[in-house]
Nanobody
């Protein structure tokens, strides 16, 4: 059984930092893992991903240079370090995993098989 459990969300001021964690179980360490976010009234947008383990890293243009995705296989945990946060980063952040994802589908939420419950990130201006 696959389980993804996010933590680390909260309220932060503009320019601040947060680190999200996602405890992953039931999938291989070679699976792709990623982060998406969803603001009220919008769809689920791609943020960052590690494709097939940690061989390739991908980021949305809006977070490049500010966010870093990483994985600690000894702890079965995926992290999203978020720096220089902006009000437009406010959203529910979701962790995702998939063992068969193809590279061209990384940014497409509907192509990921497994999801966490989400964690709220709020950035105040």
């Amino acid at each position: 059984q696959v389980q993804l459990v996010e933590s680390g969300g909260g309220l932060v001021h503009t320019g601040g930092s947060l680190r999200l964690s996602c405890a992953v179980s039931g999938v291989s360490s070679r699976s792709s893992v990623g982060w998406f976010r969803q603001a009220p009234g919008t769809g689920r947008d791609f943020v960052a991903a590690l494709f097939r383990g940690a061989s390739n890293t991908y980021y949305a243009d809006s977070v490049k240079g500010r966010f870093t995705i990483s994985r600690d296989n000894t702890k079965s945990t995926v992290y999203l370090q978020m720096n220089s946060l902006r009000p437009e980063d406010t959203a529910v952040y979701y962790c995702a995993a998939d063992s068969r994802l193809i590279q061209s589908s990384i940014a497409t939420a509907t192509q990921w098989s497994y999801w966490g419950q989400g964690t709220q990130v709020t950035v105040s201006s």
